[in-house]
Every structure is written in C-alpha cells, then in structure tokens.
C-alpha cells in the first residue's frame, strides 16, 4: 500500500494550491479518503473527507467555504484544491484512508506528507 502526496509548497496569504494524493497497492475506490494536516508544535486536524464515490464529502469549519476535496477513481488520486489561504493553513498535509465505513472511520494507511507554507 502507497499513498504519495504532492503538491504543497510556499504560497502567499491568499493564493491557492493544489495537493494530490497518489493511491497503489489497495482498491481505492472501495474507500472513503481524508487529508489530515498537522500544524508546526500541535496535533493532528482532519481537513476534510469523501466517500468512496465522491457523493459525500466532510470538512472542519477551519476550512469550509475555502477547500474543495475531489477524487478520480480512474487515476487513484484524492485532491485537495486549497483557495484563499491563510497563515493558520500552514501544516504538513498528509492523506489517509479512512475505511468503508463513514461514520467508524479507520485511518489505515497514510502518506508521508507534504509541507504547506503559506507566508508573506
């Protein structure tokens, strides 16, 4: 099991980035999908989540209204399009599968992570 994320980087206070999360080694589309983040110094955050068919999704009010979660079972890939970004964005961004159950999410696996830096 592989999950590669890319994307992040240093962005100024406003603009957009683009993360994407490579999936191997599992049936992809049989899972919900979560980006979780954890900020410098604090604990880990669940961003947003979707169902394994993209109908459902979830996200922290941190976030809603500025982050849009998408998947394309045919790539294998999660996305997680981030606009008008704040320095409390700021974290290392990793995505996890989290199960076939929505309401018990289990976070198996995980990827590396990827740094987003949003600064001036």
């Known amino acids: 099991v592989q999950l590669v994320e890319s994307g992040g980087g240093l962005v100024q206070p406003g603009g957009s980035l683009r993360l994407s999360c490579a999936a191997s080694g599992f049936t992809f589309s049989s899972y919900h999908m979560t980006w979780v983040r954890q900020a410098p110094g604090k604990g880990l955050e669940l961003v947003s989540s979707?169902?394994?068919?993209?109908?459902?999704?979830s996200y922290a009010d941190s976030v809603k209204g500025r982050f849009t979660i998408s998947r394309d079972n045919a790539k294998n890939t999660l996305y997680l399009q981030m606009n008008s970004l704040k320095p409390e964005d700021t974290a290392v961004y990793y995505c996890a599968s989290s199960g076939t159950n929505w309401y018990i999410p289990q976070y198996d696996y995980w990827g590396q992570g990827t740094q987003v830096t949003v600064s001036s």
């Open positions: 979707i169902t394994n068919g993209a109908s459902t999704t």
